[in-house]
């Protein structure tokens, strides 16, 4: 694929640092008038020296308030500017920022706040009356910074804490003051199975992370990438604050989560990361949009070109050669269609593009690398700092999550399971040291939970969660993602899914509508009720779904099948009762809410 972007012809400097805060400081310095942050449309925009500027002065009013190195604040902030400021001020302080999932409610915060010992908490007018009613139950939070407020009921605007800045604090000694094993952040990981655990990582942890995926990406000079998932998450801290310090790419915020697609055309990012529902659900809109075409020649152009597009995908990874005849006729199809999806969509300029925290279908993948965006796959956890295994993007292997990143031994215990040992494995859990020993085995292993298969090349297959295979009552082992998975990818209708067999005869899933494809179906389809309840019952809507079902089984071996489903009559919200907020499926949670229409399901 083309690519505008420059080049790099030298190493940054920022890779030879050995804290984060040294890699800001080096990069800012090296890059003092190029854009660092920025928003849609350039309605803000700062410099990395106006960057540098700003970190100062938030870390002297950090000071003096009292934070001192080793001190925790936390952020319950969306994808703005001011997250930036404020976590790398933190960290030039020596403090430990950690951030606050925006779904979480009082309870779960103030669990957060007593389990780090957080002084400090910032956040914004949409968050405010709950940290206040945290604050005025907590013996650990004394100050509350707003960042978008006016200072009332006691809390600091951001004004107001630069002016508490002391003068005589020396900023410069206390940045070079931390250490590679200092505590760089605390990433509490969003609880499938009981309360969140801190993961603690460091200052060299991160550096080492940040060196294993620059030397699996040929990342251009002037990079830019868009944030847009939780900061909470630890790939999205990774993507856009961590890899950004250190390499110097510009970072576009994108406040709400939903909109990221529409950011695409605006920043052009030169690499971009998203969960699979992104990806499914662009897919989707892609396929609908070639489907719409009015002009019958154009269509028929169009389907050839993606027939094409993927038989040359499929050669590619059989290990075959594509005939020169079909090369040709790519490279036309390409230039004629393919590039000008590419460049409407936003990725004309993307050196790489992944995806990753749960399985992706292959035809998803594949569909991708057809119109010429090379999507791959990726794996790590937030106790790797979200390192692990990539694909790098002139050799991506679909259906793997490619080879362990430089730096990175991983290899496979007697039963499967992914064990990792490397500079970018976290400390330890905070306040949790028995979780912690249960977590590393002999020589400094860590325990991933994760199934894996290697094959020849020495690239990782996730198989699924150590603990949520499902073994059906005949015995045999099965993927519940992988089945959900490929359930998900049978119809755009289909929002989330939950397969269910564990020690019972045979497959059952709940199903959930997507809610944005729902109420096109229902015009297409002449539904007027379009409420949760009405499309449940709809026999369109559960005929379309049996189709999606139906497509899934045949891609799935005949154990692993789902005989039947139910639809709920409800949406499952990021951060409810049955997904955590990166939309990872809560088993236990949805077992136990939903005991009578799983029973039904097998009393019928």
Not at 565 to 592: S, V
């Amino acid at each position: 694929m083309e690519s505008s972007a420059p080049t790099r012809t030298h190493r940054p400097r920022g890779l030879d640092a050995k804290t984060i805060a040294e890699a800001f400081q080096i990069t800012a310095e090296d890059n003092a008038d190029r854009p660092a942050i920025r928003t849609k449309g350039d309605e803000f925009s700062c410099t990395w020296a106006e960057y540098a500027e700003k970190v100062e002065s938030i870390a002297r009013g950090l000071a003096g308030l009292g934070v001192e190195r080793g001190d925790t604040i936390g952020l319950m902030l969306t994808n703005r500017p001011e997250f930036h400021f404020f976590d790398t001020a933190a960290l030039h302080i020596g403090a430990v920022p950690f951030s606050v999932y925006n779904t979480y409610v009082a309870d779960q915060i103030e669990y957060l706040v007593k389990d780090s010992g957080a002084k400090v908490m910032v956040t914004e007018r949409a968050f405010l009356d709950t940290i206040l009613g945290v604050r005025d139950t907590s013996d650990e939070l004394e100050h509350v910074v707003v960042v978008d407020g006016e200072g009332e009921k006691d809390t600091l605007t951001v004004d107001a804490l630069e002016d508490k800045g002391d003068d005589s604090f020396d900023f410069e000694a206390a940045w070079q003051a931390v250490e590679p094993d200092d505590l760089l952040t605390v990433i509490y990981t969003s609880g499938t199975t009981g309360p969140p655990k801190g993961v603690q990582l460091t200052h060299d942890n991160l550096v080492a992370a940040v060196e294993g995926i620059e030397d699996m990406i040929d990342f251009p000079e002037e990079g830019r990438v868009i944030s847009w998932l939780p900061y909470a998450h630890i790939a999205e801290r990774a993507c856009s604050h961590y890899l950004p310090l250190t390499l110097g790419f510009t970072t576009t915020d994108c406040p709400d989560a939903r909109q990221v697609v529409a950011y695409l055309p605006d920043v052009r990012p030169t690499w971009f990361f998203a969960v699979p529902r992104i990806w499914e659900k662009l897919k989707a809109a892609i396929e609908a949009g070639m489907g719409a075409e009015e002009n019958e020649e154009k269509k028929t152009a169009v389907a050839g070109a993606m027939k094409l597009g993927l038989e040359k995908v499929r050669l590619e990874q059989a290990g075959e050669e594509v005939p020169s005849e079909m090369a040709e006729k790519y490279a036309q199809a390409d230039e004629q269609v393919f590039s000008k999806i590419r460049e409407k969509l936003g990725f004309d300029r993307a050196e790489a593009v992944n995806v990753g925290a749960a399985p992706t279908p292959p035809e998803v993948i594949a569909f991708f690398h057809a119109i010429g965006i090379p999507l791959a796959e990726l794996w790590g956890m937030s106790e790797t700092c979200g390192a692990g295994c990539i694909n790098p993007p002139d050799k991506i292997k679909i259906g793997t999550v490619g080879p362990p990143t430089p730096g990175v031994e991983v290899k496979l215990a007697d039963d499967g399971e992914v064990m990792v040992r490397s500079r970018v494995v976290m400390k330890g859990y905070r306040n949790l040291p028995d979780k912690t020993d249960e977590t590393f085995g002999e020589d400094g292993w860590l325990l991933t939970g994760d199934i894996g298969e290697f094959d020849d090349d020495g690239y990782l297959k996730i198989v699924d969660r150590k603990k949520e295979l499902i073994i059906n009552a005949g015995g045999k082992n099965m993927s519940p993602a992988n089945i959900e998975s490929k359930v998900k990818s049978g119809s755009s209708l289909i929002g989330q899914a939950i397969a269910i067999g564990d020690r019972k005869p045979y497959n059952v899933a709940l199903i959930t509508l997507d809610p944005d494809a729902a109420p096109s179906f229902a015009q297409q389809h002449g539904i007027e009720d379009t409420s949760p309840e009405a499309m449940a019952e709809s026999q369109e809507v559960i005929d379309e779904v049996q189709r999606g079902v139906d497509d899934a089984n045949e891609k799935l071996a005949r154990v692993e099948g789902i005989k039947k489903f139910k639809i709920l009559p409800t949406e499952w919200e990021p951060g409810g009762e049955e997904l955590t907020p990166t939309m990872k499926l809560k088993r236990k949670p949805i077992h136990e809410k939903y005991a009578d229409e799983i029973e039904a399901l097998y009393a019928e």
